[in-house]
Structures are given as C-alpha cells and as structure tokens.
C-alpha cells in the first residue's frame, strides 16, 4: 500500500513562492503526480516525477527524490487564482494512484 | 489533450434508488478506467479498477454488490450505485489512461456530484 503525508494548509502573499512538501511511503513505486483542485471541481494534471530531480513547467516545478521518498511542488510568482487544495499522488507499478489528503493553499492579496 | 466526460454532473435521488454514472473517454482509448470517491475536504479514494472485457477490481473495503461496474468498451465504464443511501452522497470521479501514449498520465472527468436524500 501508500502512505502519502502533505501539510493540511499552506498561506502565502500575491507574488510569492510556496514550497508544498511530500513524503510517501510505497510498495512498487512507478512515479510521483502533483494535482490542482478546485473545489467542487476534478483534478487538473500539474506534473509528473519518476526520476530523480527537478522538473520545470513555467511557474510550477515539483522536485523527486526515490531515496529519501520525498516529492515537493514549488509555486513562484503566485496569483490569486493559485489559491487551490495540491494533491500529491503516488503511482504503483499496477497503475494506481494513491492520494494525500491534499494542501489548500490561500493566496492573500 | 485527452478529454474524459462524465454523465450526469450532478443528481439527486431518494433513498434506496439506483444511479447509473457514466465516464467517457472522447477521444483516446482507455482499457482501463479508474473510479474514485472524494468526500467534503478529504482527498481522492481509489474504489476500483474498470477493466474493458473483464471484471473490475475493488479496493479493500468497497462492496463490489453495491457500487456495480461495467466497461463494455474501449471507451465508456459506468458505476452504478445501488441501493443508494445518504452516507453514499460523495463526489465521484472517475479517470483514465490513454493506450496510445507511453506515459503514466491519468486523465480525469469532471466529476459526478451524488446527493441521495
């Protein structure tokens, strides 16, 4: 099974940088997802990490390390609709994807 | 980008009726589809693996009598709820993987919003 820990809530100002942190605990692991959502809404695919490193895509970088099991997304330049709940996701090698409780993250003017 | 639709959006319905969802890949083959449940600000649950042509599996603790799935194509699985209760009002959504791409990327619906009274 997964075991997939991330901070309840994260508060940050327009303009800033948030660094939303993940740790997982896996049997078969095929990868490390990060998801936006808004409330009420499905989540939105932000990246994906299965090797060690940094990936960067515009304002949004997420980060993997399969020794230390320990993921996190970085969000520069925040905007207000940033504001979201930040789904950190695991994927097991049948293609499962385990889910952490997600970060809601406040963007304040 | 693949597109996955999920009919209805929304439904309410009394206590002890059935509700069909359906969950549609629009334009990319998925042998396998996904059903999740997401409680008010809780995350995402993993209910059970759709597999075309074949039995879904289920996820510890998911009454495969009560939450019937079926995934007679490449590109429609439906979960029906039977017997529904107010404790199964929930957001379901469902999500799937493209067979053309060589990626582990899950592309989800819209979501379903249950509410039975």
């Known amino acids: 099974g997964q075991n997939i820990d991330q901070p309840t809530e994260m508060t940050a100002t327009e303009g800033a940088i948030v660094q939303i942190n993940c740790t997982y605990q896996t049997s078969g692991f095929n990868g490390l997802f990060w998801y936006q959502q808004h409330a009420g809404e499905a989540p939105t695919f932000l990246s994906y990490n299965v090797l060690d490193g940094l990936e960067e895509k515009g304002r949004f970088s997420s980060f993997l390390s399969r020794s230390k099991g320990y993921s996190y997304l970085l969000l520069k330049e925040l905007q207000m609709k940033d504001s979201a709940s930040y789904l950190c996701?695991?994927?097991?090698?049948?293609?499962?994807?385990?889910f952490g409780a997600g970060t809601t993250v406040t963007v304040r003017a | 980008g693949a597109v996955v639709s999920q009919h209805p959006s929304w439904v309410i319905c009394k206590s002890g009726t059935s509700v069909k969802i359906e969950c549609r890949s629009l334009d990319f083959q998925a042998t396998t589809m996904f059903w999740y449940r997401q409680f008010p600000k809780q995350s995402l649950m993993l209910m059970a693996t759709?597999?075309?042509?074949?039995?879904?599996?289920?996820e510890q603790g998911v009454e495969k009598d009560k939450f019937l799935i079926n995934h007679a194509s490449l590109t429609l699985s439906t979960l029906t709820v039977t017997s529904a209760h107010p404790e199964d009002s929930s957001f379901y959504i469902c999500s799937a993987r493209d067979l053309s791409e060589d990626h582990n990327e899950q592309f989800f619906g819209p979501g379903t919003r249950l509410t039975v009274l």
């Open positions: 996701a695991a994927l097991s090698n049948d293609y499962k994807l385990s």
């Open positions: 759709s597999n075309e042509g074949s039995k879904a599996t289920y």
